[in-house]
């Protein structure tokens, strides 16, 4: 099995920071896509970006130019900055990684899930 852990949500006002982490362990072979994907009350899980093994990135456009994404394939680790941020990045934000386990099967895994909160 594979395990996604996520830290590092929480309250900030508008304009403030947040770096969220997520971790993957378990039986990994390799790990392909890592992501951020977001959830707020009422909406539809969105994407937020993602990022290959290679470091091609894939940004929603509401947050180009203030978040990052970044990993660490060695730790299985992905990360998220957020700068700027404004209320309207409030939501339970997920990591998602596609995931080659040791017995070479592939599969699409989520994280527990993180709260951020933007307040005005």
């Known amino acids: 099995q594979v395990q996604l852990v996520e830290s590092g949500g929480g309250l900030v006002q508008a304009g403030g920071s947040l770096r969220l982490s997520c971790a993957a362990s378990?039986?990994?072979?390799?790990?392909?896509?890592m992501g951020w994907y977001r959830q707020a009350p009422g909406k539809q899980r969105e994407l937020v970006v993602t990022?290959?093994?290679?470091?091609?990135?894939n940004y929603a456009d509401s947050v180009k130019g203030r978040f990052t994404i970044s990993r660490d394939n060695a730790k299985n680790t992905v990360y998220l900055q957020m700068n700027s941020l404004k209320p309207e990045d409030t939501a339970v934000y997920y990591c998602?990684?596609?995931?080659?386990?040791?017995?070479?099967?592939?599969?699409?895994?989520w994280g527990q899930g993180t709260q951020v909160t933007v307040s005005s």
């Open positions: 378990g039986r990994i072979f390799s790990i392909n896509t």
């Open positions: 998602n990684a596609l995931v080659t386990s040791n017995y070479q099967r592939t599969n699409n895994y």
């Open positions: 990022i290959t093994t290679g470091g091609s990135t």
